[in-house]
């Protein structure tokens, strides 16, 4: 059974870093693409950039690039989110999700990490 | 790469049809055979309902069904059941710059 776990929520301070990371098994991780996905409160979903865990070849949505890094340790299926100074307007839900192939689609998401950036 | 357009809601009773559409232009939608829609309960994760236009996952019902029209998507729920209640959102590759957009969102609400 294809199944990806995430790490669990955070509370952060603005300024401090995080990384959180999506462990996927029943798979072979290095073979499919991961995507991760931004779900602001009660707003939409927003991709946010795609990482092949074979090679670490990292795409980036304009939207995000350079305001997170998005990486792979395929030795242990763990794909990561990683921001280096969090701010207010970060906090949200992020979704990791498997792409069926390179153009798509998501067809295994995990369950969600959420993140709430606040003083 | 903006997001795809729909609109904010929908609505039908148990047993009717609902429509939903999708909006994109030549660069996304309407340039590749590479639209999915999602499912999204409140407080849960998406789940893919419909991918490459029109082709279903295993376990989805045949009530889903989706096409494509120029730079417009369309996903149609038959039949609808209570439990179709939900957010739905398409999205489209885009191309290797952008990659992936998804759209507004659709609240389906059955009456």
């Known amino acids: 059974e294809v199944q990806l776990v995430q790490s669990g929520a955070e509370v952060k301070k603005p300024g401090e870093s995080l990384k959180i990371s999506c462990k996927g098994s029943g798979y072979s991780f290095t073979s499919y693409w991961i995507g991760w996905v931004r779900q602001m409160p009660g707003k939409g979903l927003e991709w946010m950039g795609i990482i092949y865990p074979g090679d670490s070849d990292t795409r980036y949505s304009p939207s995000f690039q350079g305001q997170v890094t998005i990486s792979a340790d395929k030795s242990i299926s763990t794909a990561y989110l990683q921001w280096s100074s969090l701010k207010a307007s970060d906090t949200a839900m992020y979704y990791c999700?498997?792409?069926?192939?390179?153009?798509?689609?998501?067809?295994?998401w995990g369950q969600g990490t959420l993140v709430t950036v606040s003083s | 790469q903006s997001a795809l357009t729909q609109p904010p809601s929908a609505s039908g009773s148990p047993g009717q049809s609902v429509t939903i559409s999708c909006t994109g232009t030549s660069s996304d939608v309407g340039g590749y055979n590479y639209v999915s829609w999602y499912q999204q309960h409140p407080g849960k994760a998406p789940k893919l309902m419909i991918y490459e236009v029109s082709k279903r996952p295993s376990g989805v019902p045949d009530r889903f069904s989706g096409s494509k029209s120029g730079n417009t998507a369309s996903l149609t729920v038959s039949g609808l059941q209570a439990e179709d209640e939900a957010d739905y959102y398409c999205s489209s590759y885009a191309g290797s710059n952008s990659h992936y957009v998804f759209g507004t969102g659709t609240k389906v609400t059955v009456l």
């Open positions: 999700a498997r792409l069926g192939g390179y153009s798509g689609p998501l067809d295994y």
